[in-house]
């Protein structure tokens, strides 16, 4: 039933650079709507399984009205959940709950958030197509890369999931269950030896603020000639590893989009009203302090 005032919100630890409450805020303006979007910062279980488990029961007795949850909840909150959706399933972690017929209903719309930016960002350009599956690296094999490796796998891509630690990336690998997806180490000898790649996705945060210098590249690996590049870490709005790609001349982004259009899909799921992409994005990207693609 479509309501006039929502209080959203979304837990973590910790949240201090969060940008969700001012694109759910926005959002609910948008639209007319009253209510508000908080921050419910929640430390890791156990010591935040009391705190994490009250907060879900406010969605069962409709004090709240939706919720996303980031690192470090994502998987520990399945357990409090009466249901999972299909993607939320197969990769193993929720970033968005809401009641449905009285269920609690945990959904990952970071899978497709990147999905839908990522085909913004490639739109019409594609430098090895009609050489087979296309081949993307992901750096990292944390709850974002699983996502984000779903994503490109179901959407045809050939996988292969990077980590400093190989036993993560063979976990991730086998949790998803794909054939094509390959674990391998984060370092300059295993990355050297990957075949031709059209994108590199970083899901590690290194070079998020306030370490902005940071680079998940290996210095002195130059990048490969036909990739793409995609950053997830979207503050600052122009990371080292996008400075390093566009000064070798190849296409790259940071994941602002991804951020607006994975809260555009929870906004959806909570309100039923489409969620003002656009203004969201501008808003966002004027927060981060640039221009919006
Ligand atoms: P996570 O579950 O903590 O995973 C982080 C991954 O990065 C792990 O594999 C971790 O390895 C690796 N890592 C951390 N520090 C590293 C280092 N110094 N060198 C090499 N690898 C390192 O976090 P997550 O949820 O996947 O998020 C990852 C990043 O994506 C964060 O910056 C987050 O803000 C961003 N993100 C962006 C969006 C968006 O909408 N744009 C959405 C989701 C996430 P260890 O386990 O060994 O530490």
Redesign the pocket.
Known sequence: MALESYQLGLTGYPLDHSLSPMLHRQALHFHGLTGDYRLYSIPPAPEGRPALAGLLSRLRTGSLHGLNV???H?QVVIDFLDELTPVARRIG?V?TIFLRDGRLVGDNT?AP??LS?LQRFLEGFDPTEGEGPRQALV?????????VAYALVTSGWKVTLA???LE??QEAAVWLGEAWIKPAL?QPAALIELAPLALIV???????VPDVL?N?WPAGVPLPRLASVYD????PLQTALVRTALESGLRAT??????????ALSFEHWTGKPAPRLQMRQAAAQTVGGVVR
């Open positions: 980031t690192i470090p994502k972690a970033n970071d958030g990147f930016d750096l990292g094999a944390g709850g974002a890369a699983r996502a980590a400093r630690r993560q990336a984060l970083n899901a590690t945060p290194l070079g998020m940071e998940p997830l870490v979207y503050n940071t994941g602002l989009g991804m951020l607006v259009d994975q809260a």
